[in-house]
Structures are given as C-alpha cells and as structure tokens.
C-alpha cells in the first residue's frame, strides 16, 4: 500500500519509529497530488515549498522524540481558514489576492503539533452551496467518478482526502458541509458541536451556524484530528470551555446497550431508495452489534430548510458587509465614485449564488419584514432544539441518512438552485440546534458512488458518536475501499 493511502493512525508508528521521515512521506503525497490532481481539481493554492520546509521541521522533531501526534502528518485545509502568509480566497474573486497577517486558531494547533499543510482547497464560494460548483477558481471532481460532483461546500477537502492528495482535511460546517460531501466522496466527516473548536480565523458566513470540522479516511483519524484541534479558544467569545477527552482512545467498539433512534421525518418522500436501502442495512447492522433502536419524532424538521435559508443568508448578508472595495480584498479600480466603487466591486467581486444569498438575507431583516421572516425563523429554530431535547430524552443518539440522493451528475442542478438547497434537508437542522453529527461511508449505490449513513447526538457526544461510527466502520470495512483512480 502506497504511503498516501495509509491513515493517520497508520502512519504515527512509521513516523515514530522512523521507518518513514515525514519529507519521505510528503514527497510521496505531493506526487500523489502531480499525478491526480488534472482530474480531480481539488486545490485552489498549492504549497509544496512549504510542505516540505514543515516535514523538514517535522522530521527534527520527530528525531528528539517531539512533536504531537499529527507530527509530519500531511493535510489539506478548506480556503475558509485564515492561513498566515499563504493566501485563502474562500472561493471567491472577491478574495482572489488576500493574504492573511494571522493563523487560524485550529490552523495555529496543527503547526504546534508539526502537521504538514500540503494546499488550500477549494469550496464553493464562501461556503455558500453543496457542491462546490461555485467555486470561482474551478470545480473539484468526485473521485469516484469524476463526471459528478463531490459535494459541498467543504468538496475540495473531501475529494483531496479520497483521492489520497492527502492524509485528512480540515472543512467547515454551516448546514452540512463537512458531512454531505464526506457522504458523496466516501469519507468520514465530522461536525462537532457548537463552540467545541474555535472559529477565531474562519472566514465567516453565517456565525450563530459555522463550525470548523474533520474529513478523514476513517473514524479513529476523526478522533486523534478532533483532538488536534478542539478546545476552549480565550479569542472566540462562543467557543465553549469543555474538557476534551482523548476521543480516540474512547473507541471501545462496543455500542450493546445503547438506543438509537431512527426519526421517521428523515425516511420520508423524496429519499431515493438506494440511499433507504443502504442506511438502513446498516442500522440493521447496528442492531446485530448490540445496540436497541427506537422510533423517535422530530416534528418540526419539515421546517428546517426554510427557517434555515433566512438565518443563514441574514447572517450572511451582515458579514460579507465588510467586503466593500476598501479595507481588504477585490477593488474596482475604474469607478468614478465612493458608491459606484462599493457597488461595482461588490458586483464584480461575488458570484451569483452569493448575490443571490445577500440579497435574501437584506430582504428578510429590512424594516417591514423583520418580523415576518428572521424573527419567526428563530423561533422555529427554538422548536427543531425542543425537538431534538424530546428525542434525546429517548435514545442515546440518531441514526438517518445524510442526503436524499447519491452525487449528481456535474452541472445537472446548476440552474435549479432550490433542488440543491433541499439536498440539505437532513443535515440543516443539526446546525439550528448546534449539535455534534457525522457521516460515515454505509453502502454504495448502484453506480458505485459513496452513500453516508448519519448520526447526531446531544452537545458535545462526540465521544459517543465516534464510537458508534467506529463500531459500525469496524464491522462493514468500507473504510478500505478506494477509489479507482490510476496511479
């Protein structure tokens, strides 16, 4: 087995022991990388020079018995975290030449720990979509075929972690978009709760929603990466201050006695029943592991898409405020006025979806509509937590499906927005609510494209949802599997 298809946990003896240098490691991965990268179209920024002045680093640690356990481990990094003298455009024209003074948080924990950052990948445009179709600097492929997309927003991270561009990624989650490309690509994608990894340096989207998360090849990456990153951050005021347990020496592999509850309002119209089948054959199989499924209801996840798609574009339109011509990022240069520069370079700058999503999220918090749109979504995002309480108060944790569809056929919804934004109905409430979830690979459909199997629990479960993932990965070997692309 090639160095670029082994897994993290893998690797950490090779690298330890040193059977295998960390320069060793990332020559092989950037070669990867050279060969697949014309097909897959992942990364937006590359940084070999970079990369291998990291695993130098690396590579001294390692020989004093130093370094943390992600040490010459290389990654990639979603373009919506801020990247101290390497550029993050957040998919987006608008950022094509900014180049931040400053790391991210998590991006600053990952240096601490002597990880190798390989490139900046690509996304749809400001994490606005779920497919990454609207990323300004090209479309990344799916790796299992790559005439389909690979999700969104975080695809580039999933399809640079299938195609073995790299060892795991890091992505954002603002309605499901570490999960749902993780679902498409094959991979495990993690959301962790609310406030549980810092967002100080994630280029925001919609704040009271976002959350940095995980795409590895398998769900013990998932726990040592989490573990990496995750913790009480003094410069994010909502970042939470929990304990954060060794997630992945909490994998027991043994889920007997837990609940799990299946809420019907996820197996509804409009789920094609090869993502049915392949969900649930393997709740099936969760059940043979020893664990006791119960139906529960969340009666108020028919809302979720709508309530979801004012919050977010309101918040959107706040934030993106700040990318005015002046500060920072794209100018025009030939407007003749203050205003005419503010409304050309905004007009220039963004993208389609993103004017789309502006002009929605103005139109709900102006004056007259207020009430009528933003506030009353809020209200149903205080019913989808009750939800989820209720259901809590029954069962350990959910099990559903990720999506309602396998990946689609590049360009196939490009000019029928509202179908991609029901693509999401099954991962936006997790986000409402401010809860951990995550995809594991469960099947594949008939085409041979990746189907994830979902499950959330209560804040900061993470410990749980991971066991459970690995329980069930342990038991199917789908994590083994990987794409046919030729070396």
């Known amino acids: 087995m090639e160095l670029y298809d082994q897994t993290i946990h893998q690797l950490q003896e090779l690298l330890r022991t040193r059977q295998v240098s960390a320069v060793e490691l990332t020559e092989n991965v950037l070669a990867r990388i050279e060969r697949v990268e014309p097909r897959i179209n992942a990364f937006i920024t590359p940084c070999r020079d970079l990369a291998l002045g990291q695993a130098e680093a690396a590579d001294r640690q390692l020989a004093k018995g130093e370094g943390g356990p992600l040490c010459g481990i290389p990654l990639s990094i979603k373009d919506v975290l801020c990247t101290q003298g390497v550029r993050t455009t957040c998919g987006s024209k608008i950022l094509e030449s900014f180049i931040p003074p400053y790391d991210a948080t998590v991006i600053r924990r990952l240096n601490e720990q002597g990880a190798v950052m390989v490139g900046k990948v690509s996304m749809d445009e400001f994490a ?3 497919t990454t179709e609207t990323c300004a600097f090209g479309v990344p492929k799916n790796p299992w075929n790559p005439d389909y997309i690979c999700g969104g927003s ?4 999933a399809a640079s972690v299938a195609a073995g561009e790299c060892l795991a990624s890091l992505g954002s989650d603002t309605g499901g978009s570490v999960r749902q490309p993780a679902s498409h690509c094959g991979v495990v994608g993690l959301k962790p709760t609310y406030g549980r990894v810092s967002r100080f340096g994630l280029l925001a989207f919609a704040s009271s929603l976002d959350q940095v998360g995980t795409l590895t090849k398998d769900v013990r990456d998932a726990a040592l990466l989490l573990g990496a990153i995750a913790g009480h951050d003094p410069r994010d005021s909502t970042s939470a201050k929990e304990p954060v347990p060794g997630f992945d020496a909490l994998l027991a592999g043994n889920i007997k006695g837990l609940r799990l509850g299946i809420p ?5 119209e409009g789920l094609e029943p090869e993502v049915r089948r392949a ?6 199989r969760l059940r043979k592991l020893g664990a006791e499924t119960v139906a529960v209801s969340l009666p108020h996840t028919k809302y979720g898409i709508a309530a979801y798609y004012i919050i977010a574009p309101a918040e959107a339109s706040s934030n993106l405020a700040r990318y005015d011509g002046v500060k920072y990022g794209f100018r025009n240069l030939e407007a003749d006025s203050l205003v005419e520069m503010y409304k ?3 007009a220039q700058g963004f993208g389609p979806e993103v004017k789309r999503r502006i002009i929605i999220g103005t139109y709900a918090l102006s004056s007259g509509y ?7 979504a809020s209200q149903v995002r205080t019913l989808i937590i009750r939800d989820y309480q209720e259901a809590f108060a029954q069962c350990d944790a959910l099990v559903s499906p990720v999506t309602p569809s396998p990946a689609w056929p590049l360009g196939a919804k490009t000019d029928d927005p509202l179908s991609v934004y029901l693509s999401d109905a099954l991962t936006v409430c997790t986000n409402l609510a401010g809860l951990p979830a995550l995809s594991v690979p469960c099947g594949f459909s008939a085409t041979g494209l990746p189907i994830g199997l979902q499950l959330q ?4 479960s993470e410990a749980a949802l991971l066991n459970i993932a690995y329980t069930l990965e342990q038991d199917l070997g789908l994590c083994q599997q990987r794409p046919g692309l030729s070396s």
């Open 344 to 346: 050309t370079s905004r």
């Open 128 to 130: 606005m979509g779920s």
């Open 279 to 284: 969900v649930e054959e393997g709740i099936d």
């Open 154 to 157: 975080s695809g580039g991270s």
């Open 264 to 268: 019907k309002e996820y197996f509804g």
């Open 457 to 460: 629990g209560p804040h900061f």
């Open 370 to 376: 207020y009430d009528a749109y933003y506030k009353k």
